[in-house]
Each structure stands twice: as C-alpha cells, then as structure tokens.
C-alpha cells in the first residue's frame, strides 16, 4: 500500500561538514515521514499515549544511493512489505526531485504495549492505520 508522499526541503541544519545529509538526519526525516503517516490515520502521539500502546522499531537496513544536498526537495515514500503475526516490515524511499532514489529503508516494527512492556498482536485499529485488513 503505497502512501501520499512526505515532503521535505533539505536546510542547513540537515548537512554534516560535507555539505550533504548528516546520516543520522536520514533516520530523523524517515520517522517523521512515519508517523505523518499515522498521524494522518488517527493513530498520533495523543492516541499513542491514550491506549498506552505504539509502534517499535525492530531492526532496520538503510542504503544510500545518491547524495542529498542543501535545499533540495525530496519525497518520502511509505509502503507496506508484509505482516506476520506480531511483526510488520515496511520500505520507505527518499526521492529527489529528478525521480532518482536516494535513500531506500527497509524496517521492521511491531507494537508495543506501554503497560506491559511487551510487542502484542496488532489490534483492529492498529492494522486499520497502518492499512491492513
């Protein structure tokens, strides 16, 4: 299930001394890219807090294919690879403005119940937010 796409202008507060993206900027602008996401499907941070229950990441894997440079625009991409049991994985792509990929994400998350401390099973209104059936 492919999403709106997150937009994003890169400021000077995103580069290292390189003059391109800081590396850990990228993991910054992919969750926020995220939880945009969920926020839009009435999952936020307030809903998080209510039910005591939120999302997790697992593991990730990032690959950096073409460089990120000041004020350029990109695009953010959010799809849905699989779910099994307890555990979902999703792909996420920064696109610059040419249509080139130049970051691709790969993570896997599950949610995490506040109270317990544990992954549970996703809930109805989980799976509804992040688009399965």
Known sequence: ?????????????????????NNATYLTLFEEARWDFITQNGYGLHRVQELRQGPVVLELSMKFKKEITLREKIKITLEHIDSKGKISRFRQEMIKEDGMVATELELTFGLFDLKTRRLIDPTPEWKKTIGLP
């Open 1 to 21: 299930m492919p999403t709106q796409p997150y937009e994003v202008l890169i400021r000077e507060s995103h580069l290292d001394t390189f003059g391109h993206v």
